[in-house]
T-cell receptor, first 114, second 116 residues
């Protein structure tokens, strides 16, 4: 089975721009979660989607949003980028057979805001 | 809110030695899950082992085992016969399922180096 894939892997944007990141979960997984990883704040939960509905949300400003499609693929969008948004954005999927709460991560998208 | 604390920012051991990474957490919940994830230099986060809080038996996965002390809210990871490929950041994580919704709360991580 293919793992979680994320595109693009690297991205450089300018302050004020917006960006869209994509995540394709493991086949059969219906839950997709997003995390932000920075040296200062560590790993922080952004949001989780299940069956096209946001099921859980972290403490991030409204500039961070996401959505999930009927095939479980998910996108997250960051509008009006700030320098502090530079981070590794990790996507994880879960919901397979057995331990449906085990989250499996993609390789991440490295976003640099200049 | 739940918090996870890893008190060892860095550790270093020789190949083939045994090493134990510490993790404590704070929660008022009774049912939850605990995980250890490994993040090597490639940055790919890899699930190492999981523990369900309702299970008294400690989880094991080959060379990896945990010591789960529910009353003490402690969840340490033991790596036996350490290998060079074990060099990575290790994150302890907590999850409480709320109406099915999932959210991992991570510790700050322990950087583990295995020396030849």
């Amino acid at each position: 089975k293919a793992g979680v894939t994320q595109t693009p892997r690297y991205l450089i944007k300018t302050r004020g721009q917006q960006v869209t990141l994509s995540c394709s979960p493991i086949s059969g997984h219906r839950s997709v979660s997003w995390y932000q990883q920075t040296p200062g704040q560590g790993l922080q939960f952004l949001f989780e989607y299940f069956s096209e509905t946001q099921r859980n949300k972290g403490n991030f400003p409204g500039r961070f949003s996401g959505r999930q499609f009927s095939n479980s693929r998910s996108e997250m969008n960051v509008s009006t980028l700030e320098l502090g948004d530079s981070a590794l954005y990790l996507c994880a999927s879960s919901g397979g057979q057995g331990a449906s709460y085990e989250q499996y991560f993609g390789p991440g998208t490295r976003l640099t805001v200049t | 809110a739940q918090t996870v604390t890893q008190s060892q920012p860095e550790m270093s051991v020789q190949e083939a030695e045994t090493v134990t990474l510490s993790c404590t957490y704070d929660t008022s919940e009774n049912n939850y899950y605990l995980f250890w994830y490994k993040q090597p230099p490639s940055r790919q986060m890899i699930l190492v082992i999981r523990q369900e809080a309702y299970k008294q038996q400690n989880a094991t996965e080959n060379r990896f085992s945990v010591n789960f002390q529910k009353a003490a809210k402690s969840f340490s990871l033991k790596i036996s016969d350490s290998q060079l490929g074990d060099t990575a950041m290790y994150f302890c994580a907590f999850m409480k399922l709320h109406q099915g919704a999932q959210k991992l709360v991570f510790g700050q991580g322990t950087r583990l180096t295995i020396n030849p």
